[in-house]
């Protein structure tokens, strides 16, 4: 890992920590939860608003105002819009991707969950999703639940992340292995 990378890391899991905690002593885990889907769909859909969080042209009361204001326009809970604003303050906005995977990985962690990620040929129905889901939960002994993305580069079939271990079996993998031995043969 990188320096920065792990800089990042580092500040993310101690904002992440201490955000998790208050919202557990509040009794609002579910509630964070929201916060996070929201913030992960600003963050995938607002190009504008990765720019607020990365970019340091912009003084820490410009991204402290901005980032409230969008965290009560979005709904987000009074803890993590005080958490946004105090993380802007502090320039530390930029972790906010870091913080949000964090704070995911803490949840689940805490209800006995796993995410795996599962990148596919093809969009997954519902039924293979659920089917994915079923063999992994028996695989892993903990629930699991499906982070899915589609590459077509894959031409067909899946690879599936769950921690540390890796699961490959597209078709482009074996086409990549099958060209290697016919390298080492001829």
């Known amino acids: 890992m990188s320096e920065p990378a792990s800089i990042s890391t580092g500040i993310a899991a101690r904002y992440a920590t201490a955000v998790y905690e ?20 600003a963050m995938a859909d607002s190009a504008d608003f990765n720019d607020l969080i990365q970019s340091p042209i912009y003084s820490r009361a410009d991204q402290a ?3 409230t204001a969008i ?3 979005a709904g987000v809970s009074a803890l993590m819009t005080n958490t946004l604003a105090l993380m802007a303050d502090k320039r530390r906005l ?7 995977q ?3 990985d803490i949840i689940a962690e805490d209800k006995g969950e796993v995410t795996a990620d599962v990148t596919s040929a093809k969009a997954l129905t519902k039924t293979q999703s659920d089917k994915l ?16 993305t589609v590459d077509e580069s894959l031409i067909g079939g ?11 079996t597209s078709i482009r993998s074996k086409l990549s292995s099958l060209q290697n031995a016919m390298k080492e043969v001829g």
């Open 22 to 41: 208050l919202a557990k002593d509040a009794g609002d885990v579910k509630g964070l939860e929201g916060d996070i889907a929201t913030l992960t769909a």
């Open 94 to 100: 930029f972790v906010v991707p870091q913080l949000v």
């Open 71 to 73: 965290a009560k326009k």
């Open 102 to 104: 964090t704070l995911r």
């Open 133 to 148: 889901a079923k063999t992994l939960t028996a695989r892993m002994g903990k629930d699991v639940t499906i982070n899915a």
């Open 65 to 67: 105002t901005a980032i």
């Open 158 to 168: 899946l690879i599936v992340k769950v921690g540390s271990k890796m699961i490959d």
